[in-house]
């Protein structure tokens, strides 16, 4: 099984600050990366999907993908506690053949006021 | 957006019983959808892959003679857990992918299904 790797947390930062969260991943072939948002007890949410190399930006998130370094990270800037959950990276399981994906096992945020 | 609905939200059933359990996209077609399962603090595992209109593709350790799935629709796959135990108590999550152009696809997830196995 190809590996997806997070820290798991949790990471505490204050309200307004940015918050980086980094994931790794062992497939050199992966093509297209996500970041999911789940609060507990409840399904994944999509934040960001990437597929090229460098930065994507989408209001306070910022996905960068070094494909390279096999690395991506999600950073979110101007931190709000309503922002508190697991942060899932996730890579596609089989690229060219399917859009399955593989799951880190999260890093959890929390943002103090 | 890309809405995908389950049902039941929640169900517990005795051991021995079997619980089937819906997963619907509501406002796009999918001819591919999956189911996760999730353990407390753990992440999601990919269980299978349900294709419309052919047998699904079960993950290695998943037994598909006890997790059920028929994907009779473009809108509509179930999972059926049969003879259900305790170990099976867990979330399940069913996915639907939204293809934009022939490189880009994003997966949106159904709310959920937590299965309590007494």
């Known amino acids: 099984q190809k590996e997806v790797e997070q820290n798991s947390g949790p990471l505490s930062v204050p309200e307004g600050a940015i918050a980086s969260l980094n994931c790794t991943y062992s497939d050199r072939v992966s093509q297209s990366f996500f970041w999911y948002r789940q609060y507990s007890g409840k399904s994944p949410e999509l934040i960001m999907s990437i597929y090229s190399n460098g930065d994507k930006e989408d209001g306070r998130f910022t996905a960068q993908l070094n494909k390279a370094s096999q690395y991506v990270s999600l950073l979110i800037r101007d931190s709000q506690p309503s922002d508190s959950a697991t942060y899932l990276c996730?890579?596609?399981?089989?690229?060219?053949?399917?859009?399955?994906?593989?799951f880190g096992k999260g890093t959890s945020l929390l943002v103090t006021p | 957006g890309a809405v995908v609905s389950q049902h039941p939200s929640w169900v517990i059933c005795k051991s021995g019983t079997s619980v089937k359990i819906e997963c619907r996209s509501l406002?796009?077609?999918?001819?591919?959808m999956f189911w996760y399962r999730q353990f407390p603090k753990q992440s999601l595992m990919l269980m299978a892959t349900s294709n419309e209109g052919s047998k699904a593709t079960y993950e290695q350790g998943v037994e598909k003679d006890k997790f059920l799935i028929n994907h009779a629709s473009l809108t509509l796959s179930t999972l059926t857990v049969t003879s259900a135990h305790p170990e099976d108590s867990s979330f399940y999550i069913c996915?639907?992918?939204?293809?934009?152009?022939?490189?880009?696809?994003?997966?949106?997830f159904g709310p959920g299904t937590r299965l309590t196995v007494l």
């Open positions: 996730a890579v596609n399981i089989r690229p060219n053949s399917g859009y399955a994906l593989n």
């Open positions: 996915s639907a992918v939204v293809l934009r152009g022939s490189s880009y696809n994003e997966q949106f």
């Open positions: 406002d796009f077609q999918a001819t591919t």
